[in-house]
């Protein structure tokens, strides 16, 4: 996501390369290119111009830190003043109510219903809580199927009442059905249109009037830039919502809606929604995205990802065995089954600083480990723990197992023996060997 921002930005930081100070002449030259790639990545032209008044104001006449570059310099004004533009924080939900309720509003198509499964999944798992999900949305075909659906998949009650084409008395009964339930978190999935109309606004108005909720969270396709700002604000002017939820972050080269939504209708984007996936749902941190769009990584959001699949007992089960250079295959399988379940593995390669921009051209499938687990699902049982007695003949047998040719065979079999000798260097370090050994080896097919 951003990579075109992203690479506006790098291009635009070198006119300060070399420079030995910060002063009017280069800051002006580097704070153009600024905001003609802000403009270029779908941002109104007053927020780009406010912003890079402020960064031009921070920068000039700035000494350059011993060791730091003008350059660097400057990226650190324009990362601060990204995450300012965004919001500053991490805004927290409001889960204080008996029940919370939660109303999500948006136009069709922005996947609402697709976020109120993951709302609900991230709620139960992460939160602790038991929600209910409500399918308020009575005019478009299979929306109730839809969410039924995606409530079976998190394990989520789903509340609906095929046959009532009033929402509002839906929404009531479903509240009265959770106090009764226990349900302590009350998700209510309301209509979209493809365009907005007096019709949906008055409805959803109404729904709201009725239940008094906690959170209203307007769900926007981040893709469609400058028209998403627009229809939050017009949304936030009939229902005055707490927060935004922006999905198909992964799919958003540009980050118009992410850098001028906050701006324009001065409410925190709560979370980020990314791919199909219902665990693809991350609170919004401001820092983090300025840190990614400035090509800086996110390790604090990939560690979060590996910790929510951290078995603490098997970690330090795989620890000793690292310790005791016992790390087999079967370790290794497994270490690639908590990979897989931590989300999209080019977007978690591109958390790791500098590795973005090396990958970006580089077609990286989920599907990425399937060569490894067909040559490990290849070997006994008894060769997966004890990789030192795979020698020619088994490594044949394998290849001819798995599909695969010897030589790809032999290529892993090198790799895993370097992986663990590394390992074995890294013992020294506390506690490091219950990482993601599987790291190395995501991109061999």
Do not use: W
């Amino acid at each position: 996501m951003f990579e075109n921002l992203s690479e506006r930005l790098e291009s635009a930081f070198k006119q300060l390369k070399g420079e030995g100070r910060i002063n009017e002449i280069n800051v002006a030259t580097t704070v153009k290119e600024i905001r003609r790639a802000l403009v270029d990545a779908d941002v109104n032209y007053k927020i780009a111009k406010e912003f890079t008044d402020k960064v031009k104001e921070k920068a000039t006449g700035e000494k350059v830190i011993t060791s730091v570059s003008p350059g660097q310099l400057m990226v650190k004004i324009v990362k601060d003043e990204l995450a300012e533009l965004m919001g500053g924080k991490a805004s927290e939900i409001d889960l204080s109510g008996k029940p919370t309720i939660i109303l999500i509003a948006g136009l069709q198509g922005s996947g609402k219903t697709t976020f109120s499964g993951k709302l609900a999944n991230f709620l139960k798992n992460k939160k602790s809580k038991k929600p209910l999900l409500v399918a308020c949305d009575i005019y478009r075909p299979a929306a109730i199927d839809q969410l039924k659906v995606l409530g079976e998949q998190v394990k989520v009650e789903v509340y609906s009442e095929p046959d009532n084409k009033n929402a509002v008395s839906i929404a009531l009964n479903a509240i009265a059905h959770a106090k009764q339930n226990g349900n302590n978190v009350v998700i209510i999935d309301t209509a979209g249109r493809l365009a907005i109309d007096e019709v949906m606004m008055r409805e959803v108005a109404d729904v709201k009037a009725a239940v008094n909720p906690h959170e209203i969270l307007f769900v926007v396709d981040s893709m469609t830039g400058q028209d998403a700002v627009n229809t939050a604000k017009t949304f936030n002017e009939r229902l005055d919502f707490t927060g935004v939820v922006l999905t198909k972050l992964d799919g958003d080269t540009r980050g118009g809606a992410a850098l001028s939504i906050k701006y324009v209708v001065d409410k925190p984007i709560k979370f980020v929604s990314m791919g199909e996936k219902l665990d693809t749902l991350d609170v919004f941190y401001p820092e983090r995205m300025a840190q990614r769009i400035l090509g800086m990584g996110d390790i604090t959001t990939l560690v979060e990802r590996a910790q929510a699949q951290y078995d603490e007992v098997q970690a330090k089960k795989l620890e000793k065995k690292i310790r005791a250079n016992k790390f087999d295959f079967e370790d290794f399988k497994e270490q690639l089954n908590q990979i897989k379940k931590m989300g999209n593995i080019k977007d978690l390669l591109a958390m790791i600083p500098g590795v973005g921009k090396a990958i970006k051209d580089i077609d990286i499938s989920d599907d990425a480990f399937k060569g490894i687990e067909a040559m490990i699902n290849s070997m006994t049982p008894y060769e997966r723990s004890n990789p030192e007695i795979i020698d020619v003949p088994r490594r044949k047998r394998i290849a001819k197992g798995c599909g695969k040719e010897v030589n790809e065979v032999n290529a892993f079999m090198k790799q895993f023996e370097q992986m663990k000798q590394m390992m074995a260097q890294m013992n020294k370090f506390k506690g490091m060997g219950a990482g993601m050994p599987g790291m190395p080896m995501m991109g061999r097919k």
